[in-house]
């Protein structure tokens, strides 16, 4: 079956340093891939998503490119702020229309 | 253009008793989704709906579990004779058509069995 799978947490930067959060998928065709973000209390937001291989989304300075070969949708962003502190959510969307989500990445980011 | 509003914020239940959760997708939207996130782990999908249809629920539990999704009115995730281990937080999600398009979250339902 579809399926995601992240890197586990928590992830724990500096302000300012370089943050990647892996994600990758197993999916039948081309999934669209999502990334979410919750902040702690809050429920989900979108953060960025790609629909066709070779896309990248962009969003608040994150990137991530939809790589089809490796199946993967890298989460990235070149100076992290402590504001960005929250769990990541890599997910994918396929025939059945319904958001298959990863188990979340905690980033954590002290000044 | 309100966002997904879902109610109450937080709720409490004794073991036995009946929780209802609420959730108003945004306007314009037919589809909702609910999702259990249980602590510290990911979001596992319940059931999908239209109005006053079901469509997919395959991750609801065969029992105690029920949703619908009236022609008026929000859409009701109801649970009888709670256990300790329904505590979890509960989201609902909206779309207009589909979520390969886009997916709205509500803030969630904090549900504690006591």
């Known amino acids: 079956g579809n399926s995601v799978t992240q890197m586990e947490g928590p992830v724990t930067l500096s302000e300012e340093a370089f943050l990647t959060i892996n994600c990758t998928y197993t999916a039948t065709g081309y999934p669209s891939l999502f990334w979410y973000v919750q902040y702690p209390g809050e429920g989900l937001q979108l953060l960025l998503k790609?629909?066709?291989?070779?896309d990248k989304g962009s969003n608040k300075g994150f990137e991530a490119t939809y790589r089809k070969e490796t199946t993967s949708f890298h989460l990235e962003k070149g100076s992290v702020q402590v504001s960005d502190s929250a769990v990541y959510f890599c997910?994918?969307?396929?025939?059945?229309?319904?958001?298959?989500f990863g188990t979340g990445t905690r980033l954590q980011v002290f000044p | 253009n309100a966002g997904v509003m879902q109610n109450p914020r937080h709720l409490v239940r004794r073991r036995g008793q009946e929780a209802r959760l609420r959730c108003s997708p945004m306007?314009?939207?037919?589809?909702v989704y609910w999702y259990r996130q249980l602590p510290e782990e990911g979001l596992k999908f319940m059931v999908y709906l239209q109005k006053e249809n079901i469509i997919d629920e395959s991750g609801m539990p065969k029992e105690r579990f029920s949703a619908e999704f009236p022609k008026e009115g929000p859409s009701i995730l109801r649970i009888q004779q709670v256990v300790r281990g329904d505590s979890a937080a509960y989201f609902c999600?909206?779309?207009?058509?589909?979520?390969?398009?886009?997916?709205?979250f509500g803030q969630g339902t904090r549900l504690t069995v006591v």
């Open positions: 306007k314009g939207h037919s589809h």
């Open positions: 790609a629909t066709k291989a070779d």
């Open positions: 997910a994918l969307v396929k025939d059945t229309d319904k958001l298959i």
């Open positions: 999600a909206s779309s207009p058509s589909g979520l390969n398009t886009e997916a709205f």
